[in-house]
């Protein structure tokens, strides 16, 4: 099932796409990289749904959905994700499944809202500390394209807020893997083991978690190498 459904406040309509052909709880639910749509999710799709519940949709200004004046940053991504679901009558537990950007987002719903979600899958997510702490470590070219990328989506300031946000939550026990792209030319060595340490970080959010290095990938792991991907859900799942 796809549709949109008018977010109240501001007065856009959000876009979705329910897939409910499999008999299934938990729903797997997910959260694409900054300013990438939903179709990204195409190269696990077909498999996932073979064994699961699934909801895509796009958040505020990307893809299909309009986009508002409303802020950009994640407690407001996380508010109209919820206020989504439960329009869909999309019922929890959920397992979040967050690339990239989309892993602050679903880190900081899974701590706001631990009853409602199974599990946490965390593909080469963002790191409340890489603006500061990895970005100049780039070279410079590669750090202008980072920093000039925050016109797509959110701006720079709402995406440095948004880490803020998610700065400090902890994920209990909630089952979390966290799977990491080992190939990605655009690092310096410099930057690259910042990153490391960072999703190494990551994997303590949780009592009971994972890390997995995916060595032939890159930063978007779900394209790169979707097997992985598809069996860290499935494994999820079974938990």
Request: charged share 25%.
């Amino acid at each position: 099932m796809d549709d949109f459904c008018t977010l109240g406040e501001a007065g856009i309509d959000l876009y979705y796409e329910y897939d409910e052909n499999y008999d299934s709880v938990p729903t797997v639910v997910f959260d694409s990289g900054y300013g990438w749509a939903l179709e990204n999710w195409k190269p696990i799709r077909e498999q996932v749904s073979s064994f699961a519940r699934m909801f895509f949709y796009d958040r505020d200004g990307v893809g299909k959905s309009e986009k508002s004046n409303i802020p950009k940053h994640s407690l407001q991504i996380v508010d109209n994700l919820r206020f989504l679901l439960q329009k869909a009558e999309v019922n929890p537990p959920y397992i979040l499944v967050g690339h990239s950007f989309g892993g602050v987002n679903v880190r900081l719903y899974a701590s706001q809202y631990p009853e409602e979600v199974k599990g946490v899958i965390l593909l080469d997510s963002v790191h409340e500390d890489q603006n500061h702490k990895m970005v100049p470590l780039f070279t410079e070219e590669v750090q202008d394209q980072y920093l000039g990328q925050f016109t797509v989506e959110s701006s720079l300031n709402e995406f440095e807020e948004s880490l803020e946000q998610v700065r400090g939550t902890n994920l209990q026990n909630i089952p979390l893997i966290v799977m990491t792209g080992g190939t990605q030319p655009h690092h310096t060595k410099e930057s690259m083991a910042k990153w490391m340490e960072f999703q190494k970080q990551l994997s303590y959010l949780s009592t009971t978690s994972k890390h997995l290095i995916v060595k032939e990938a890159g930063h978007a792991i779900h394209i790169d190498k979707p097997v992985q991907v598809v069996n860290a859900i499935r494994d999820m799942i079974s938990y």
